[in-house]
């Protein structure tokens, strides 16, 4: 898009508007005209010094993108929800024009919406700085900043005090598509509400009455809504976002989600013995390796897992299995009693891993697009619901899934499938687990998996600064005060328990319920009445939430492999003289997977080196050191900010990470935020990211499915590059204006319908052995700021992200706006509020 346009749009509506209620024009309303005046005012100022800021990173960002087909990095994100920011003002700004002599006119409430935008603008100001000084430091094209320390630890430190409420807010989710932005606004209230009541209650019924009579001041109040919010990602620990992420899981909700989801013939819960058994090598069929069962922190137990099938197989209602089935308080599948038709097993299976950041959901959660997919493929569908974080930390869940994945291979015929293909999917941290499983199944020497797709997937767990993890700050679904709780739980530093309550029998636990429900129905109606009614509720009172007080974090746990060495159960090595995978897989310096080559004590194997001394600190390094081209060195330095002279810790080290006369908003409270540099999550079946090279080698072919908007994008980004510099079969997909875990939104719009559909046929391309996958189906382009979708004629458009021609004159026109990821509207609405953004 022509960004000089788009900023002369911005000036042109800013000044006109502080013109006309700064002369005491009609309309004017004294203090809430004062407000809009500086509002704007101040949004030119941001703007002045954001115009060459964004000209320079749109003349470099494209250095870092996968290739020129695939245009996504963080830098181009950044930049994106900048001008989405802008774009949003404009329209917002026309609306004022339009409508400020009409006798409707709600001069305050359009003041706020301005203010809101106004500190949104100066938060992403301050974003845009950092990715300055991160463009300076990175080497070129590498997107991670490489140490936890300096600038990784600098960014930490400014997002534990920048203000973040204003994303909450009225603005909150303007950056996504429109079709999405009431979901997540439902989200949000949930989230606030829920919290308010968290701790107060022992059961669910009393955080539910109590969340459901206090949720509608967080719905008719943006502000409060935003404070709070905050508040929550800020100060809870993983053992609320554990709860809050759980409630999917509950009997109502998981029961309307299956009313609405496709009817499938096999549902079925599994709960495997942990029982050793062979497998025979990839390599050589006459040998075999044991796969002992998972026994990391919590010992030996059943793994468990789902079957979903659309169709009834050869198997699948086999006595052996039925043994297997657990109950989940009601029948298995009642479509098996109706004696339905047995189908010839699949020659496909797909294995998923769910996401839930290693700490929350199951299998059950993601059921409603498991369904679908198994009809849309036709295949069965295993998802394994492997052990969570804080309780059972790395690597408990990759031992569970490795353990799945072999327990599969070796009982196909049980599970409707013929045993030839098979592929692994996984979201978020499944797919973490679907790429650290294949690693796994590599350094075994058993047989590998004829693909992965991971969608959105963690593969780097460390606290590195990128561009595209400053969204954090903005992200409604994973903050990095959230993330870095999710990851420190997974790497064992979360304390496993949150503190103890008091116990109380069952006959007081009913009463004091009752009374609480009761006491919370009278109290949150009333709150909500008066809220409803009270036309000052911006000054109301903050909630009087008890504020939980996190425990003292335990030690970080010794390293497993010190329990490994000694345990019964620790994984076999593969025989050296065997299987020529022994020699170059699993490095030994692993501190916490040195159990893949522990000996059993009944073998009689003896363990080699599975990496070489020879293999030095480059075979495991990430980061893609090339010789740059000189002008591309210049380009660079034209944007890129060098880091302050001196890096003495003081009071004003903080106020130096960003230009003389600028400062961020601050927050009233810091961001409880520790780093703590643990060495599990640079084990490279933690962060695969991190792998050496000689393990990458031996992956199957791997699509990626991203979002453009994703804290994680540079994550896949990063993985996808090194991948192909290692000439591996890898593919990458970015998806435009949607969040991180559309998959569990699939239901919701027809956007994250089709983003859903994106990774079917990557699973389609696996099973059926084509060299690319079919392009996504085209549909229209996504209008930013109105509340609807709209397709403009003659232009091919698409939800994912590529090049659309440059339209210059259309910001001057004040009828479209387009960028060259998207299109966004900016026309002014009619005479109503109705459309508004962030309401």
């Given at each position: 898009m022509d960004t000089k346009a788009v900023f002369a749009a911005l000036y042109g509506v800013c000044e006109e508007n502080t013109t006309f209620f700064s002369g005491g024009g009609k309309g004017s309303q004294g203090d809430a005209a004062r407000r809009l005046v500086e509002a704007m005012s101040s949004i030119q100022e941001h703007a002045r010094s954001l115009e060459p800021v964004v000209?320079?990173?749109?003349?470099?960002?494209?250095?870092?993108?996968?290739?020129?087909?695939?245009?996504?990095?963080?830098?181009?994100?950044?930049?994106?929800?900048?001008?989405?920011?802008?774009?949003?003002?404009?329209?917002?700004?026309?609306?004022?024009?339009?409508?400020?002599?009409?006798?409707?006119?709600?001069?305050?409430?359009?003041?706020?919406?301005?203010?809101?935008?106004?500190?949104?603008?100066?938060?992403?100001?301050a974003l845009l700085y950092l990715?300055?000084?991160?463009?300076?430091?990175?080497?070129?094209?590498?997107?991670?900043?490489?140490?936890?320390?300096?600038?990784?630890?600098?960014?930490?430190?400014?997002?534990?005090?920048?203000?973040?409420?204003?994303?909450?807010?009225?603005?909150?989710?303007?950056?996504?598509?429109?079709?999405?932005?009431?979901?997540?606004?439902?989200?949000?209230?949930?989230?606030?509400?829920?919290?308010?009541?968290?701790?107060?209650?022992?059961?669910?019924?009393?955080?539910?009455?109590?969340?459901?009579?206090?949720?509608?001041?967080?719905?008719?109040?943006?502000?409060?809504?935003?404070?709070?919010?905050?508040?929550?990602t800020q100060n809870l620990d993983v053992h609320f976002w554990k709860a809050f992420w759980n409630i999917t899981e509950t009997e109502v909700l998981s029961s309307l989600a299956s009313m609405t989801s496709t009817t499938v013939k096999v549902n079925r819960a599994l709960s495997v013995p942990p029982v050793p058994f062979d497998l025979p090598l990839a390599a050589n069929h006459r040998a075999s390796v044991t796969i002992a069962p998972p026994s990391a922190h919590?010992?030996?137990?059943?793994?468990?897992?789902?079957?979903?099938?659309?169709?009834?197989?050869?198997?699948?209602?086999?006595?052996?299995?039925?043994?297997?089935?657990?109950?989940?308080?009601?029948?298995?599948?009642?479509?098996?009693?109706?004696?339905?038709?047995?189908?010839?097993?699949?020659?496909?299976?797909?294995?998923?891993?769910?996401?839930?950041?290693?700490?929350?959901?199951t299998s059950k959660s993601h059921e409603p697009y498991l369904k679908s997919w198994s009809q849309d493929l036709g295949v069965p569908i295993l998802s394994v619901d492997y052990s969570l974080a804080p309780e059972a930390p790395f690597p408990r869940a990759l031992e569970e899934c490795f353990y799945a994945y072999c327990w599969a291979l070796r009982n196909h015929h049980l599970l409707g499938w013929t045993g030839e293909k098979i592929c692994l999917a996984g979201d978020s941290a499944g797919g973490n687990l679907s790429l650290t499983t294949s690693m796994r199944a590599a350094a075994f020497g058993v047989r590998m998996p004829d693909g992965i797709v991971a969608a959105y997937p963690a593969t780097l767990l460390t606290a590195y600064a990128s561009p595209s993890r400053l969204l954090t700050l903005m992200d409604p679904l994973l903050p990095l005060s959230v993330l870095s709780r999710c990851l420190s739980a997974y790497a064992g530093n979360e304390p496993q328990t949150e503190k103890q309550v008091e116990k109380v029998s069952t006959l007081s636990l009913v009463r004091r319920d009752t009374a609480l429900l009761l006491r919370d129905f009278r109290q949150g109606a009333s709150n909500w009445i008066h809220s409803f009614l009270d036309s000052s509720r911006a000054s109301s009172s903050p909630s009087e939430a008890a504020e939980a007080t996190p425990g003292a974090t335990d030690a970080m746990r010794k390293s497993v492999s010190e329990a490994a060495f000694s345990s019964p159960h620790a994984d076999p090595p593969v025989a050296a003289e065997v299987s020529e995978f022994a020699t170059r897989k699993l490095s030994v310096k692993s501190q916490t997977c040195q159990d893949l080559g522990a000996h059993n004590s009944k073998s009689t194997?003896?363990?080699?080196?599975?990496?070489?001394?020879?293999?030095?600190?480059?075979?495991?390094?990430?980061?893609?050191?090339?010789?740059?081209?000189?002008?591309?060195?210049?380009?660079?330095?034209?944007?890129?900010?060098?880091?302050?002279?001196?890096?003495?810790?003081?009071?004003?080290?903080?106020?130096?990470?960003?230009?003389r006369g600028f400062e961020p908003l601050r927050s009233e409270q810091l961001a409880e935020m520790r780093m703590q540099s643990s060495p599990v999550v640079k084990d490279p079946f933690c962060s695969p990211l991190l792998a050496p090279d000689s393990l990458l080698k031996g992956l199957p072919p791997v699509h990626i499915v991203a979002c453009a908007l994703d804290p994680m994008l540079d994550d896949s980004v990063m993985f996808a590059k090194r991948l192909r510099t290692l000439d591996q079969p890898v593919t990458l997909c970015v998806v435009d204006d949607l969040p991180h875990g559309f998959l569990s939104l699939s239901q919701l719009s027809r956007e994250t319908r089709e983003a859903a559909n994106v990774c079917v046929e990557r699973i389609r391309a696996v099973f059926t052995q084509e060299d690319t996958p079919p392009e996504p189906r085209k549909h229209r382009k996504l209008e930013r700021t109105d509340g609807g979708l709209s397709a403009f004629p003659g232009e091919a458009a698409s939800l994912f992200i590529g090049p659309v021609e440059e339209e210059e004159d259309a910001v001057g026109r004040g009828v479209k706006v387009i960028d060259e990821e998207d299109l966004v509207t900016v026309a002014a609405q009619s005479n109503t509020d109705a459309g508004e953004i962030g309401a």
């Open positions: 000209s320079g990173f749109a003349a470099v960002y494209h250095h870092f993108d996968f290739d020129p087909h695939i245009p996504a990095n963080g830098y181009r994100s950044l930049v994106k929800v900048v001008r989405c920011c802008l774009l949003h003002i404009i329209h917002k700004g026309r609306y004022i024009t339009a409508n400020r002599r009409s006798i409707f006119f709600r001069l305050a409430h359009n003041a706020g919406e301005m203010e809101a935008y106004c500190n949104a603008l100066c938060q992403l100001r990715a300055q000084r991160m463009l300076h430091d990175n080497s070129h094209g590498n997107l991670f900043f490489q140490d936890e320390s300096g600038l990784s630890e600098s960014f930490v430190r400014e997002y534990s005090s920048m203000h973040k409420g204003c994303f909450y807010g009225r603005c909150l989710g303007f950056q996504f598509t429109p079709a999405i932005r009431p979901s997540l606004q439902t989200i949000a209230i949930g989230l606030v509400a829920f919290g308010e009541n968290y701790k107060r209650h022992q059961s669910g019924i009393g955080v539910a009455a109590s969340s459901f009579f206090t949720s509608g001041k967080y719905a008719i109040d943006p502000e409060l809504r935003g404070a709070e919010f905050e508040r929550i919590i010992g030996t137990a059943p793994v468990q897992m789902r079957l979903i099938s659309y169709d009834l197989r050869e198997g699948q209602d086999s006595e052996t299995l039925l043994s297997l089935c657990r109950s989940e308080g009601g029948a298995i599948s009642l479509s098996l009693g109706l004696k339905a038709k047995r189908l010839p097993s699949s020659p496909c299976l797909l294995l998923h891993f769910h996401g839930g950041g290693f700490v929350a959901q194997f003896q363990i080699a080196p599975l990496i070489s001394e020879e293999d030095t600190t480059e075979d495991v390094n990430f980061f893609l050191c090339k010789d740059p081209d000189p002008s591309v060195l210049s380009d660079l330095s034209l944007v890129a900010i060098p880091p302050p002279a001196g890096e003495e810790v003081s009071e004003s080290a903080v106020s130096r990470e960003f230009p």
